[in-house]
C-alpha cells in the first residue's frame, strides 16, 4: 500500500516496507534513524487498520529516540493508537477516497504528534464522559480519556472539513545522579 512520506520539506511516494526506510536512507533523506535530537516526519495514509499499526510504530519509535523511559513510551503508542483509529473509524469512517495524516515532531522540549482526518468533525464537548454510571459498562468510548491521561497536552481544531488532533509529550530533563 503506498503511502505519502514527507522529510522536512521534500515528499516522497514510497511502499509501506522496510525496503523504503532503506531507500531513503540510500537517497541521502533524513529518516527517524538519525541521531539529531530534533526531528519532523509525516505520513498520508489509507483509511485502514494497517495505518493505525504504522502510526503507533512510528510513535513508538519517536518516543524512544527522544529518549523517553519504558514505562512512558507504550503510553504514548497507545494514546496514538487510540487518537488513530478515531481518525479512521469515526472521522473518515473507513472511507477509502479518504485519508489520515500523522505527523511527528521531535524538538528539544516535547514529542508533538499531530492525526488529521478528513470527516465531518469532533466536538470535544460532546464526547461522554466514560466515567459516569451510565457510560461504565460501554465497550467505547474511552479512546479521548486515555489520550489525555497519557500525554501533557491534548487539543482539538476543526478543519472544515475534518480534526486535527495534536498530542504533547514534554521530556523531562534527567535527575542528577541518573
Same mark, same amino acid.
Given at each position: @500500500?503506498?503511502?505519502?512520506? $514527507?522529510? !522536512? ?6 511502499? *509501506?516496507? %522496510?525496503?523504503? =526506510? ?19 516526519? #509525516?505520513?498520508?495514509?489509507? #483509511?485502514?487498520?494497517? #495505518?493505525? +499499526? ?23 503508542? @497507545? =494514546? ?5 483509529? +478515531? ?13 489520515? $495524516?500523522?505527523?511527528?515532531? $521531535?524538538?528539544?522540549? *516535547? ?12 466536538? %470535544?464537548? $460532546? ?7 451510565? +457510560?461504565?459498562?460501554? !465497550? ?10 497519557? @500525554? ?20 523531562? %530533563?534527567?535527575?542528577? !545522579?541518573?
Amino acid at each position: @500500500m503506498p503511502f505519502s512520506l $514527507t522529510f !522536512g520539506g521534500g515528499t516522497s511516494k514510497l511502499p *509501506s516496507s %522496510p525496503v523504503s =526506510a532503506v531507500h531513503a536512507r540510500q537517497s541521502g533523506e533524513k529518516d527517524l534513524l538519525d541521531d539529531s535530537p530534533t526531528s519532523r516526519v #509525516s505520513y498520508t495514509l489509507d #483509511s485502514s487498520l494497517d #495505518s493505525v +499499526n504504522k502510526v503507533e510504530q512510528t510513535a513508538e519509535q519517536c518516543a524512544i529516540r527522544a529518549g523517553f523511559d519504558e514505562d512512558t513510551i507504550p503510553h504514548i503508542g @497507545m =494514546a496514538v493508537r487510540e487518537a488513530a483509529v +478515531n481518525a479512521v473509524l469515526h472521522g473518515n469512517a473507513y472511507d477509502t477516497t479518504k485519508h489520515i $495524516t500523522a505527523a511527528f515532531e $521531535t524538538t528539544t522540549d *516535547s514529542l508533538i504528534i499531530r492525526i488529521t482526518d478528513q470527516g465531518a468533525g469532533l466536538n %470535544p464537548e $460532546t464526547i461522554p464522559d466514560p466515567l459516569a454510571p451510565e +457510560n461504565i459498562l460501554r !465497550g467505547s468510548g474511552r479512546g479521548i480519556f486515555l489520550i489525555r491521561a497519557f @500525554m501533557d497536552e491534548v487539543h482539538f481544531r476543526q478543519l472544515h472539513p475534518g480534526t486535527e488532533l495534536t498530542l504533547i509529550k514534554h521530556r523531562t %530533563p534527567a535527575q542528577p !545522579g541518573t
